[in-house]
């Protein structure tokens, strides 16, 4: 009898123990509600801006407790499909352009919640690029509310370039020459440090060749437009300015360390090497160039807020006036500054406000800074035709067909024509 | 009587006594076990509210028809192989090395295995920094001062070169596991067994055979199965260094996470569930029977 107890007992405490240890998510407790809110700042200083943001919104709004979850970028693919498939995705969350296509194309994205924060900030608030960016394929809604982005170009080391009798490239042509005159391989010095590895970043550069040859991945009709002479030139042409790059697959380390110590006068890259130029080098000494050819053609991207689908009244209002609240300007711009200079305003007001104006690496790039913020305009992606924003390029990307295809061409021994067609066969696979 | 009485609650209270480890192991292992083999029927959507569709073994047809599948699966084989024996063999190796006493040898301890409690990350940036082409050190050391090389060879870009080095990498990573497992079998073996051994004529390996392998054969047993479980299912060593071996754990995160194909995910599962059974199973007959005898 008293072991019958006893196991009833065992039984209680695991099972109290059991819910105990279950998380607490997005319920309401006596008239407030908590709200999950997923971001990507794991680093301690950025931790503390977010957490002091939270702690300012739940002064201001004592119903409502928001309950942040930190989830390493690199992770993040992993956590939001196990969570949406366990109905438990957070209230709020923090995404890149291609978890928002994913999540739009299963229906995850509460689109319409999304244009009601979009038209009570006011959509010229914003500048265009950052907008176009998380339209959704329709254009009639948002895949998210822009919190910041970031934009890849050509950084150049101007006392370098002049060294050798150069000004800043100012096309395709120029870019080849002056990568030509600094590649000297025997003693490791290379033109331009490039992305060649098989990962994102690779099709991130290669699509600012390819769009400024006004060659995009799909056409208006959302069909696979790979395997065009413009397309291929792009290739042959990254193929070519790959001679004067470092050896191997080269991806975000290898580029920023080339550039930062030397070894390449050029490097393509995005804003984030401002913080690194800002810490080791002299900012008034870095150039940023677009490629040209048939047109400027800048890849950038935005990260945005999201509300998903599913959620209960009180839950949705509670995330628009968080997001609402994080997009106010002061709070725009104290996310921004989180990482001054690679993290480029996708807000006007941000760019105006005396904070960032005053910030000191903001400063010590002068007017740099603002053609920086004024590229956010010129914005193309792979997928953005005639301001429709195909969702399928999510899959496209996620499928790496065009970082595979760059490397074989780059790195590996494949033809243009070997290259184009294996990525055709591979993303007709994907798409099917 | 009276012994058969204090038998039977003994019995009892140890099933009391199990049952929240049975029900946690239930819900954490079992559950999740079921519901992927259920799931591994289906075509399912990352939105739950979407029904999923009855596609019966497709997943499974789809999976074992596909070439690249036995292209992963005979590159993870050969990986585990090659992983389990070297790194247990090295950490037997290094483990009778230390079985003995001289000076410093808990720092010598504590060093060897910094590489096994180190993060992951922080050990493939230093390898990649090793092998980067521009200013590694082992080209450095190779290109120039030993002039074995003109130019740095691309390591991780051909499939062959990095195949050895995630190889190399696991070994080296994950030799402290075996090392420290085979130190304390060897310290529990009694000085007289050697010296009866040494005075029957025995040689180094003749030694070796009788007495330290019978002895340590449980530990490598265990050794040998939690290695081969955990190799066969690697996917971050692999997948943060090189991009070129492409291993199972690397196909089953691309098919889940990269192509949301998340039935064919679970039936990929499911199948290297039953591979990784099979091959535990045969490992414990072979050790077990090589134990015996």
């Known amino acids: 009898m008293k072991l ?3 196991g009833i007992m065992a039984f209680i405490v695991l099972s109290a123990t059991l819910i105990g240890c279950s998380s607490e998510t997005s319920q309401s407790k006596g008239g407030e509600v908590t709200i999950e809110f997923m971001h990507t700042s794991v680093e301690q200083e950025r931790l503390k801006v ?6 300012e919104f739940e002064k201001v709004n004592p119903d409502i407790n928001i309950d942040p979850v930190v989830v390493e970028e690199g992770s993040l693919s992993t956590k939001i499909i196990t969570l949406a498939q366990a109905s438990e995705l957070p209230e709020v969350i923090e995404v890149g352009q291609q978890h928002a296509k994913m999540l739009d194309k299963n229906a995850l994205v509460d689109t319409e919640a999304l244009k009601s924060v979009i038209s009570d900030i006011g959509k010229d608030e914003y500048f265009d690029g950052a907008l176009k960016l998380v339209r959704t394929e329709d254009g009639e809604g948002f895949r998210g509310i822009p919190m910041s982005g970031w934009v890849q170009g050509i950084w150049y080391n101007k006392e370098m370039l002049a060294s050798k009798g150069f000004d800043e490239p100012q096309n395709w042509e120029e870019l080849l020459e002056v990568a030509k005159a600094f590649t000297d391989k025997a003693n490791q010095k290379y033109g331009i440090a490039m992305p060649t590895v098989e990962a994102g970043m690779s ?19 959302g069909e696979i437009t790979l395997n065009t002479p413009e397309m291929k030139e792009a290739l042959e042409y990254y193929k070519k300015l790959s001679q004067y790059t470092m050896p191997g697959s080269n991806g975000v380390t290898e580029v920023r360390d080339a550039f930062m110590n030397g070894t390449a006068p050029m490097a393509i890259y995005s804003t984030y090497i401002l913080p690194a130029v800002y810490a080791q080098g002299d900012p008034s000494n870095l150039g940023f160039a677009i490629p040209k050819k048939e047109q400027e053609a800048v890849f950038g991207t935005v990260s945005s807020l999201t509300i ?22 002061e709070n725009a711009t104290e996310w921004i500054l989180m990482a001054p200079g690679g993290a480029q305003p996708v807000h006007k007001s941000v760019v105006a406000s005396e904070a960032y104006q005053s910030n000191k690496v903001i400063n010590a790039f002068g007017d740099l800074s603002t053609e920086i913020a004024e590229s956010f305009n010129e914005i193309q992606v792979f997928g953005l035709v005639e301001n429709k924003n195909f969702v399928k390029m999510g899959q496209i990307s996620s499928s790496n067909a065009i970082p595979i295809m760059v490397n074989r061409v780059t790195v590996g021994d494949a033809s243009v024509e070997e290259g184009i067609n294996a990525a055709q066969e591979q993303l007709e696979k994907v798409l099917e | 009587m009276f012994k058969v009485k204090r038998e039977t609650s003994d019995g009892k209270l140890a099933l009391i006594l199990l049952l929240p480890s049975t029900l946690l192991i239930l819900l954490l292992i079992g559950y999740p076990m079921l ?3 259920y799931i591994s029927f289906f075509e399912q959507p990352i939105n739950p509210e979407f029904p999923a569709e009855f596609v019966g073994f497709e997943n499974y047809i789809e999976t074992l028809t596909n070439i690249d599948f036995y292209k992963s699966l005979g590159i993870t084989l050969l990986y585990t192989l090659l992983v389990v024996v070297g790194s247990t063999a090295l950490g037997l190796y290094v483990a009778i090395m230390f079985n003995r006493p001289f ?3 808990k720092v010598a301890r504590s060093l060897i295995i910094l590489s096994y409690v180190t993060p992951s990350i922080s050990l493939i940036f230093v390898w990649k920094y090793m092998f980067n082409s521009g200013y590694g050190i082992i080209n450095y050391i190779g290109r120039d001062i030993l002039h074995l090389f003109d130019r740095a060879p691309l390591w991780f870009d051909n499939p062959t070169s990095a195949f050895i080095l995630v190889v190399l990498f696991a070994i080296w990573r994950y030799f402290p596991y075996a090392f420290i497992a085979f130190l304390a079998i060897l310290q529990t073996i009694s000085p007289t067994l050697y010296e009866a051994a040494e005075m029957d004529g025995a040689n180094i390996w003749q030694k070796f055979k009788a007495v330290t392998l019978p002895a340590i054969m449980p530990v490598m047993l265990t050794v040998i199965t939690l290695r081969t479980i955990w190799m066969f299912y690697m996917f971050e060593d692999v997948y943060l260094l090189t991009n070129k071996v492409n291993v199972l754990g690397v196909y089953l995160y691309e098919t889940a996470f990269a192509f949301n194909d998340l039935g064919k995910a679970s039936a990929i599962s499911v199948i290297l569930f039953l591979v990784i059974s099979t091959l535990i199973i045969a490992i414990r007959k072979k050790v077990n029977l090589n134990a015996s005898s």
Do not use: D, W, Y
């Open chain 2, 35 to 37: 519901s992927n083999f």
């Open chain 1, 4 to 6: 019958k107890r006893f």
């Open chain 1, 308 to 329: 998903p689908t599913g959620l209960k009244e009180q839950q949705k209002e509670a995330a628009q006036k968080f997001v609402k609240f994080l997009s106010k300007t």
């Open chain 1, 203 to 221: 099709e991130q550069a290669f699509s600012q060749f390819a769009l400024s040859n006004k060659a995009n991945i799909l056409n208006a009709n």
């Open chain 2, 103 to 105: 000076r410093f040898r």
């Open chain 1, 50 to 55: 977010v957490n002091g943001l939270i702690e």
